[in-house]
Nanobody, 125 residues
């Protein structure tokens, strides 16, 4: 079992930045592909960013490219997502997820085995 705990969400104004953290426990962190997803009310959960086990490669949804950066610290068992220039349309619950089986990275939420409880990000205009 893997436990994931997100933190760092909050209420900010448009143009502001936030850094989300996802602390993992229960399995060697370096064996996990990590991803961030988000879900707004009435919408499906969508992929935001993913990072390989080594941290050398990352993948981003088009709507966050150039604004969000995913990273990880395998020594601390923490994944991060730096979010800059936040916009009202970025408002959602953000979830981190862990996948131990996929080679490389995946955008499909079905491939992720473990999920955190989510942290709310609200951006006012």
């Amino acid at each position: 079992q893997v436990q994931l705990v997100e933190s760092g969400g909050g209420l900010v104004q448009a143009g502001a930045s936030l850094k989300l953290s996802c602390a993992a426990s229960g399995r060697t962190f370096g064996t996990l592909v990590m991803g961030w997803f988000r879900q707004a009310p009435g919408k499906e959960r969508e992929f935001v960013a993913g990072i390989t086990r080594s941290g050398r490669n990352a993948d981003y949804a088009d709507f966050v490219k150039g604004r969000f950066t995913i990273s990880r610290d395998n020594a601390k068992s923490i994944a991060y997502m730096q979010m800059n220039n936040l916009q009202p349309e970025d408002s959602a619950a953000y979830y981190c997820a862990a996948d131990f089986a996929t080679y490389g990275m995946t955008r499909s939420p079905r491939d992720y085995d473990y999920w955190g409880q989510g942290t709310q990000v609200t951006v006012s205009s």
